[in-house]
């Protein structure tokens, strides 16, 4: 990929995609600011060499354009951290835009409104690529988080300006390169939460890739009912395709590790109601939204022994009290051993950031599902696009 630092920024319109897909709370303000946090030295590089940054990004999953979505808190985040100039402008394209871009001055910093706001940033729309890139000289793509993603600011922008990654990504990349092709072992594997279609191809590449691979959430209590260890006496329809996408998984490996006991809870949540027990005995109006204390010491031993650590997915239901404390253990036990750990993951961040140990996670990745199918081993759709952007310069060159 081309080099951030080999190119002249000063005087440049620097069309830069980061992540502030933040969380906003009831009264504007962004309640936790890792991810723009994380952008900071490449904005930082970019305004101390004289360019002129336009900042573009999404915020959630609005449908349309909906101002509870707006990045104008964000910008405001951003303003705080940086101390520098920041204008925000409510609109993301059209001729105000233009007019705001006109104005810059060098090391100015102009922030435009979500992405989402149109269509065309998610069906990868062509002429909204177009009418991105005409607002910049070069595009710099620093949203690691986003990368999985064939969006027009992601796919769209590199095919017309010269386009960069910027350091976060640059990061991003090389860490999580060196854990899958060169780590410390024994390395373990840990992987949670919900999403269970997206972390098939990523279990099978680490159980080739690792030591121990430790499951929770719903992916574990998934392989508990193919291996026969919890009984359902049927399944709903998005149950049994799970079923069909788990039998793909070895699940005699050696490698795998399941909870032994749980926390349970109702499915039909109708009262308080939770109870440590067995997976085996789970009962039928029962669900399993924790692993138990077993299973947690079961973890214990073997994340002790670690050298490498990639964690991705919280163990229960974090977001409940009564759910938590299954990952929010083995946070605190990564953060206590002499291993390098890499951690990523929206639940995941948070039980770090709930326990004030960010600075005994030796890396802290702002991608979910970038993070996921990048140690999965699939192509990033705005890496790729980086590296074409990269040989149609090596081309021209030629």
Known sequence: MNNLRNVNVKGKKVLLRCDLNVPVNSKGIVSDDFRIRKSIPTIEYLRSSGAKIIIISHL???????????????????????????????????????R???????????????????????????????????????????????????????????????????????????????VLVSPERPLVSIIGGVKIGTKIKVIEKLLEKSDYLLLGGK?????????????????????????????SIDLTNPKI???????????????????????????????????GPETIEKYRSIISEAKTIIWNGPLGWFEKEEFSKGTLEIARIISQGINFSAVGGGETVDAIQKLGIEDKIEYIS?????????????????????????KKKENVED
């Open 257 to 291: 590790h399941l909870p032994v006991d749980g926390v349970m809870g109702l499915i039909n949540f109708d009262e308080d109601y939770s109870r440590v027990g067995a997976v085996g005995t789970l009962r039928r109006e029962e669900g399993i939204y924790d692993i």
């Open 100 to 178: 705001e871009i006109k104005r810059m001055n060098d090391g100015d910093v102009l922030v435009l409104e979500n992405l989402r706001f149109f269509k065309g940033e998610e069906s990868n729309d062509d002429r909204f690529a177009k009418e991105l890139s005409s607002l910049g000289d070069m595009f710099v793509q620093d949203g690691f988080g986003v990368c999985h993603r064939a969006h027009a600011s992601v796919v769209g922008i590199p095919k017309y300006i010269p386009s960069y990654p910027g350091f976060l990504l640059e990061n991003e990349i090389r860490v999580l390169s060196d």
């Open 219 to 247: 992916i574990a209590n998934a392989l508990l009912v193919a291996k026969g260890i919890c009984v359902k006496d049927s399944l709903t329809e998005d149950e049994e395709d799970l079923m069909e996408l788990v039998k």
């Open 366 to 390: 702002t991608g979910g599902g970038a993070m996921l199918d990048f140690l999965g081993g699939k192509d990033l759709p705005g890496i790729n696009a980086l590296e074409e952007n990269s």
């Open 60 to 98: 959630g999953q609005p449908k349309e354009k909906d101002l509870r979505f707006s990045l104008r808190p964000a910008a405001r985040k951003l303003w705080e951290l940086i101390k520098g100039k920041i204008t925000f402008v409510p609109e993301t394209i059209g001729m105000n835009v233009e």
